[in-house]
Every structure is written in structure tokens, then in C-alpha cells.
């Protein structure tokens, strides 16, 4: 969030970047990964404009990881020690990430699945699906 910006935060929050991921280092430009984005939260708690029972009755919605997959199999063009080694590290990034805003005490947390990685739209765009569905 800017430091300028004037906030309404009582209906909630969303510092969601596109592009975004798991890793850092998802794509060449600068945008937040997940652990980013919870740093940003981790701010706002700190300026303490919300009570222990705000978070009570709160609930994290994460959505990530399509674009870190995306990341792998087109700049990175596979993982040194393969797709399952890639799997594991995110997971174990993710797993961090999640357990981090429960210390922050947020504890409800849903998460997102992700999409079928063929649907993609960097995946779709080269079969011409869109076409084939008109």
C-alpha cells in the first residue's frame, strides 16, 4: 500500500500483485511475492489499527503458485533438478508463507488451488484455444 494513499481497511485488504508468486523471482520486472506481500501486512498490523479480534474474525484468502509454474516450464525451461524438486521447494516456501500470517494471527486461511496448468494463458495463447472455442 502507499503511504499516501487513504485508507478505508475496515472491509479488508488485498495487496494481490499480478504476476505474482511463490518465489521472488517469478518474472525480469519487480513485483511482490507472496512473502512480500505478507511483509506489507505485517506493516499494517504494526501500526495497530486493527485488535486482536479483527484478526479473530478475519480470514486470509492465497491465491499463488500458477505463475511460479508458469515461470518454470517457459524463462526457466525446466528446473536443473527437475519438476519435482521445483514442486518441493515451492511447497515448502508456501508452507512458510501460510504458517507466517497464522503468526500474525490470522487463523483462518483458505487457499486456492491452482488452475489446470494447461489453461494457463501463456499456455493457451500457442494452442489457439480461445479460437477453437468460437
Known amino acids: 500500500m502507499k503511504d499516501d494513499a487513504s485508507r ?11 504476476g505474482s508468486g511463490v518465489f521472488p523471482t517469478t518474472w525480469t520486472w519487480t513485483i511482490d511475492s507472496l512473502t512480500a506481500q505478507i511483509n506489507h ?13 479483527d484478526l479473530d474474525n478475519s480470514v486470509a ?31 515448502k516456501q ?5 504458517q ?10 483458505a ?6 496448468l494447461g489453461c494457463l494463458p501463456l499456455n493457451i495463447i500457442p494452442t489457439k484455444f480461445i479460437s477453437e472455442l468460437r
Open 61 to 91: 484468502l492465497v491465491s499463488t503458485g500458477a505463475n511460479d509454474y508458469q515461470f518454470y516450464f517457459t524463462a526457466m525451461k525446466g528446473f536443473k533438478d527437475g519438476l519435482p524438486a521445483f514442486t518441493e521447494g515451492l511447497v
Open 8 to 18: 478505508n481497511t475496515q472491509q479488508g485488504l488485498n495487496f494481490a500483485y499480478g
Open 41 to 53: 501486512f505485517d506493516q499494517i498490523l504494526n501500526e495497530n489499527e486493527y485488535s486482536q479480534r
Open 100 to 109: 507466517r500470517i497464522n503468526h500474525l494471527g490470522v487463523k483462518k486461511i
Open 94 to 98: 508456501l508452507a512458510a508463507d501460510l
Open 111 to 116: 487457499v486456492a488451488t491452482l488452475p489446470p
